[in-house]
């Protein structure tokens, strides 16, 4: 015993002892630095999990819903039925439900008849695509070639016919549609379809989609009449 109190003289014991503070503190800012890590991870991970959430709930709840779509037959001023063609549509869509505003200036309307595929989108430069805010300013007259302007829109253009918009978001400039509003899109399928016969023609199979910048498509398809004896048609 005596040997063993020799051996360990007072400067060893502090040597042992500052060498156990000194580890002691290494491992506290290693425990530290761990913990600051970790903290700052979850963070992160907490910030991108509340933005993937908002943004999978908004792409959830937003969408367009088609709701009807028209067509009109191209007659001559006789009432014969011209080329047996569908040469103007429009396609009757809102919001669904809890959805967020949708910019249609950003909307793409894809379109085909099998034999052809388009894609067709808004020009705000151009007043004239927007065709009318109210009812009761175009009387109610959809297809009409002078009230309205169906003869401005290209093969790549759509116009905008309001049927509802009671806070007023929707504009030439700024066609925002939000709760309560329904809007007519409007096409000139004689630009769209000229080799078809000036037109979408008889038996034609139609499929396209309705494409905001966010959220659900409003998908839509239908077939043309074998017979196109009337001027207007409910083919949605």
């Not at 067509?71 to 080329?83: F, I, L, P």
């Not at 008849?113 to 009387?139: D, H, P, Q, R």
């Not at 979408?200 to 659900?216: A, C, F, H, M």
Request: hydrophobic share 40%.
């Amino acid at each position: 015993m005596r040997k063993l109190c020799k051996i360990l003289k007072e400067e060893d014991v502090g040597s042992i002892g500052i060498g156990a503070m000194i580890v002691f503190i290494a491992m506290v800012l290693v425990a530290g630095i761990a913990a600051s890590v970790l903290v700052q991870t979850a963070n992160t991970l907490e910030i991108q999990a509340m933005n993937t959430g908002e943004e999978t709930t908004s792409e959830v709840s937003t969408g367009i819903a088609v709701f009807d779509i028209e067509g009109h037959v191209n007659k001559t001023s006789t009432g014969a039925t011209k080329s047996n063609s569908v040469n103007w549509l429009t396609i009757s869509i809102k919001p669904r439900a809890g959805s967020n505003d949708i910019d249609l200036k950003t909307t793409v309307i894809e379109l085909s008849n099998g034999a052809k595929k388009t894609l067709l989108s808004y020009n705000s430069s151009n007043s004239t695509y927007i065709f009318n805010t109210t009812v009761n300013s175009w009387n109610g007259q959809i297809f009409s070639s002078y009230t309205m302007g169906w003869g401005n829109l290209s093969k790549e253009d759509f116009g905008i016919l309001v049927l509802s918009d009671a806070d007023s978001s929707i504009s030439a400039s700024t066609p925002v549609i939000n709760r309560g509003d329904a809007v007519m899109l409007c096409m000139n399928c004689t630009n769209i379809f000229p080799d078809t016969t000036d037109g979408l023609k008889t038996r034609d199979n139609v499929w396209g989609q309705v494409i905001p910048e966010e959220g659900s498509f409003g998908v839509f398809s239908f077939r043309v009449p074998s017979s196109l004896s009337d001027t207007v048609y409910d083919l949605y």
